[in-house]
């Protein structure tokens, strides 16, 4: 067979290649540019071994406040979910381009939008500073995100249903709070549930993020332990953590499992 007028699968193109190299260039640059070194990295993994070997064997120095932190913690994410996702049902619902008009959809992308701006940790700072230090202002960033989260989903679930069972609610002469209950949300409830769910295990480990700057939770213990140089009690705040958060994934899991299944025999 002649391959003379055979096409390569890949063809070389000189522009691609000119892009790599320019690429590779300016990782290089601004490896250069932001001091980014192999001295320092090994440096840092000599003094990062010696943080390690301080912080083990873990020490409960304050049972107390430890237990309070993860209390307000888990507190501060069902909250904020909560608010979270009863805020991104209207919210989803309006920046669903299938089912509402332009000038519905659009004030509603937006502010999905602005709440997917910004990390929780620059919005709890600005809460901190409306409403003070405590727990508020992390229900708050956290409910923020949740909406930016969730809405953006929900209105995409949304997007993606059949209208064929909506024009055959709409048929009947049903209002439109009846088309959404029984020709919307029984398409789009099992992957609702998902997000909710995802999105109280994300919350779980901001809400410790949060903290730090002073928006409740464990993590505001786990920085005062950072500032007393109290490693041990380090390690033992963040293996509560790492348990509380599995905890959560698992109960997220669980969860899911009952409504996806609930949906299985409701289907059927």
Same mark, same amino acid.
């Given at each position: ?10 063809? &070389? %193109? ?5 892009? !790599?190299?320019?690429?590779? *260039?300016?990782? $290089?640059? @601004?490896?250069? /540019? ?60 309006? &920046? %669903? ?5 332009? !000038?519905?959809?659009?004030? *509603?992308?937006? $502010?999905? @939008?602005?709440? /997917? ?78 997000? @909710? ?72």
């Amino acid at each position: 067979m002649s391959t003379r007028g055979a096409r390569a699968a890949f063809p &070389a %193109s000189w522009w691609t290649r000119a892009g !790599w190299v320019l690429l590779a *260039a300016y990782v $290089v640059y @601004a490896g250069a /540019r932001l001091d980014f070194t192999w001295e320092r990295f090994l440096v840092g993994l000599d003094n990062g071994a010696r943080f390690i070997d301080r912080m083990f064997p873990p020490v409960i120095v304050q049972p107390d406040s430890l237990a309070n932190g993860l209390v307000e913690s888990l507190q501060i994410a069902l909250l904020a979910s909560f608010l979270g996702i009863v805020i991104s049902l209207p919210v989803g619902l309006l &920046a %669903s381009r299938n089912l509402m008009p332009v !000038w519905a959809t659009w004030p *509603a992308r937006i $502010v999905i @939008a602005l709440c /997917r701006s910004f990390h929780p940790v620059i919005v709890a700072i600005l809460f901190v500073k409306a409403v003070g230090f405590g727990a508020m202002a992390g229900i708050l960033a956290l409910m923020v995100a949740s909406v930016g989260f969730i809405g953006k989903l929900f209105a995409e679930a949304i997007e993606e249903i059949s209208l064929k069972q909506v024009e055959a609610v709409r048929a009947t002469g049903a209002s439109f709070m009846n088309v959404i209950t029984y020709g919307v949300l029984p398409q789009v409830f099992t992957r609702f549930i998902g997000f @909710a769910t995802y999105q109280l295990d994300s919350n779980l480990r901001n809400s410790t993020m949060v903290g730090i700057v002073g928006a409740g939770g464990i993590g505001g213990t786990l920085f005062s332990a950072f500032q007393r140089f109290d490693y041990d009690f380090v390690a033992a705040i963040l293996l509560s953590i790492i348990a509380m958060i599995m905890v959560g994934e698992v109960l997220a899991g669980w969860v899911r499992g009952v409504f996806l299944e609930k949906g299985k025999v409701d289907g059927d």
